[in-house]
């Protein structure tokens, strides 16, 4: 078992009977999704979940995991997903799979946010991983250059392998239909100051980094063991 399956079936083990859950987006996720349906389908365990992105309601829906609109419910009672890093303060960077804001939404409804990595996502300091800018497409150029501010390198991200692309520039749109930039920054000091002045660009509709959302971060290990981190200790 690999470590972000570890740290998803760990995090599963967490849902209690009843609960409504926030379903995460990518490969850990996928994971989480996965052993849920098992749990659903072999125990009969009863949940409502909202997905993150269109990719995980198909994925749930593949799993029998009963669905609801968040409209509906308003507040989560957990929500488990992925991250691209994670800091010693539990600051994340998320994004990196175009879903930063229907995520960043669903965890701030969520009384518990469950977030699932291998241990290669936990770093000292945020900004090895580019930082994905959700923007509105409409005055795209403007808005990068005023997030140029930040660093010479922002790049908008582009659709993978798309066959029709001309010169291989057609923009990745989200779910929301927004574009994503991601932002080369290096090593982040100050990732509350930063996510502030982010948010502050007009244009700008969300910004992958989550500071001090997460109530644990749960890391899975190549041997398969975990090994949970909490605010405030070591
Ligand atoms: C998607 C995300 C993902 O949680 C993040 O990119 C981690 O992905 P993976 O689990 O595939 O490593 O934020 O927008």
Redesign the pocket.
Known sequence: MEG?EAAARQAVTLIEDGMVIGL??????AFMLQALGERIANEGLRVRAVPTSVRSREMAEQYRIPLVELSEVVTLDMTI????EVDGALNLI???????VR?KIVAAASRTFVVICDDSKIKPFLGAHPLPVAVVPFGVESTRQKLRRFTETVVIRLVPDDSNAYHGRTPFVTDDGLYIFDLHLGTIRDVPALEASLRSVVGVAEVGLFVQMASRVIVGYADGHTKELLPGLP
């Open positions: 972000k995460g987006t990518g490969t850990t996720s997903d992925g991250a691209d998320k994004g990196g799979g175009g879903a930063l995520e």
